[in-house]
């Protein structure tokens, strides 16, 4: 342990050496993103796509499938709930298996897995669960590896706009979802998401590795080439490449990490910025809110048949416009601050709404009350709490802690998710008003967290943000 505590100190030191200047004139490798970077950024994002195909597909499927197949409402809630199964299973051994085979050879084996659901669904019941587990463990793998591979490819200036396309891709798959399937049977729609897996499969086989997976393995050769690939062939990698190689020399002294290690003093901070970001994400009860975003309207007075396209919409939109073009010149922090922020006023909204309905009060503004505040709340996960917290998993965590920890946040991501979902409908039964004043209350306390705990990370490199917290 004396070693490990010496290497540690060693990277304490390198922070004032790993810090480059703002406008230093020696980082011209990193001053925009290489056709090759544009290229290995969509295929990954394919992932993300399918990911949120999966996510979307059951909702309008529904009572197509139930009427086909016969199945009751709790063979359905199976077929729904498994996809969190198979997720939470997927989280826990996505780090490692990344780490094992690369981040991209853990996209193209999971592209396969997710196809194999897309081509079985169609068999009836029972694979139709078989296939939703699977569909469950490779959204797990993907959710953690898609964005990790995204953020080591990057260039710091850009690589907090290209890691929220991960959030884009995902919310447009989930968009199609219901787009797609208000015209075609949920067979058909199944057969969707096997275009996408195509070209994730595919697409890897023409863009590199990540060059700091690269080198953590040892490959030293395949390494550079990647990093040159990844930033032109004029640019100079040198820097680039020296800081890299030295971080990670240092860090290879350390002891091979566990869980245990992930409670240590020295990593403990990072685990905490990345399992409480994650667990607010979940816990302002946004799956409450977006699962069952049509009862909340016919709750307070307002039925549309059409609620779930038009949150999708506004998740696309304000992904692309807000977090996509916004996080590399506002930062990190401020977009989840005013995130955190919109989500508690939209909660209040909501809240009162019922509040005002339950007791007979202002009834003609009620409607008007659920739908701005569902819109407000959507529109504000959508610019900040909905994305940024996987850039920031992406960028925090040191190489050698990369695997236990992103599978951990990914696992408390997932568990997170499952129990709102779960808890949403009791909460509504106990009183609809109080619901969306405790999400409030969550919501308080998320901005507190972030206030005192969550770095910024905006342009700096990953080894200079690691640096910096430990």
């Not at 070693?3 to 810090?19: A, H, Q, Y």
């Not at 200047?21 to 001053?31: C, Q, T, Y």
């Not at 919109?342 to 509040?355: A, K, R, T």
Request: proline share 4%; net charge neutral; glycine share 10%.
């Amino acid at each position: 342990m004396a070693r490990g505590e010496d290497d540690m100190e060693k990277v304490k030191d390198k922070s004032e050496p790993l810090l480059l200047p703002e406008n230093g004139s020696d980082v011209s490798e990193e001053e925009g993103a290489s056709w090759m970077v544009c290229l290995s950024t969509f295929i990954a994002v394919c992932g993300s796509y399918e990911f949120g195909t999966c996510v979307g597909y059951s909702a309008p499927t529904q009572f197509g499938i139930m009427e086909e197949l016969n199945l009751s409402y709790s063979q359905f809630s199976v077929f729904g709930s498994i996809l969190n199964v198979g997720a939470v299973l997927g989280a826990i051994t996505s780090g490692k298996i990344s780490d094992f085979i690369g981040r991209k050879g853990c996209m193209l084996a999971f592209s396969i897995v997710i196809l194999i659901f897309c081509l079985i669904i169609n068999k009836g019941d029972v694979p139709l669960d078989f296939g939703r587990f699977l569909t469950g463990y490779g959204c797990g793998t993907l959710s953690y590896v898609v964005p990790v591979f995204i953020a080591e490819i990057s260039p710091r200036k850009l690589r907090g706009a290209l890691a929220t396309l991960n959030q884009l891709f995902l919310v447009i798959g989930l968009a199609s979802m219901f787009l797609i399937g208000a015209a075609v049977n949920w067979r058909t729609l199944a057969l969707t998401g096997v275009a996408p897996c195509v070209v994730l499969f595919f697409g890897t086989w023409f863009i590199p590795e990540s060059p700091r997976w690269l080198e953590m393995v040892g490959r030293h050769r395949d390494f550079e080439i990647a990093l040159q690939k990844l930033r032109g062939p004029n640019a100079n990698i040198a820097r680039e490449a020296d800081e890299i190689k030295e971080y990670l020399a240092t860090i290879a002294h350390l002891p091979k990490t566990t869980l245990r290690d992930l409670i240590d003093k020295k990593n403990i901070r990072f685990v905490i910025v990345g399992v409480g970001l994650m667990f607010f994400q979940q816990f302002v009860g946004i799956n409450g809110v977006i699962f069952y975003a049509q009862q909340i309207f016919v709750s307070a007075g307002y039925n549309s048949d059409r609620i779930y396209i038009l949150y999708s919409i506004e998740q696309v939109i304000l992904t692309a416009l807000g977090a996509t073009l916004l996080i590399d010149r506002l930062g990190r922090r401020p977009l989840l601050m005013a995130s955190a922020v919109g989500m508690l006023i939209g909660c209040l909204l909501i809240g009162n709404s019922f509040l005002l309905k339950a007791h007979g009060l202002a009834v003609d503004i009620i409607p008007a009350l659920a739908v701005s505040g569902v819109l407000i709340y959507i529109g504000s996960f959508s610019i900040g709490m909905g994305a940024i917290p996987w850039v920031i998993m992406s960028e925090i965590f040191p190489i050698n802690l990369k695997g236990t920890a992103g599978g951990l946040v990914t696992v408390v991501n997932w568990l997170s998710s499952w129990f709102v979902s779960l808890t949403f409908n009791f909460l509504m039964i106990w009183s609809p008003h109080g619901a969306f004043y405790v999400y409030g209350g969550v919501c308080v306390l998320a901005i507190i967290f972030i206030a005192k705990l969550v770095p910024e990370t905006k342009g700096k490199t990953l080894e200079e943000i690691q640096a910096v917290m430990m």
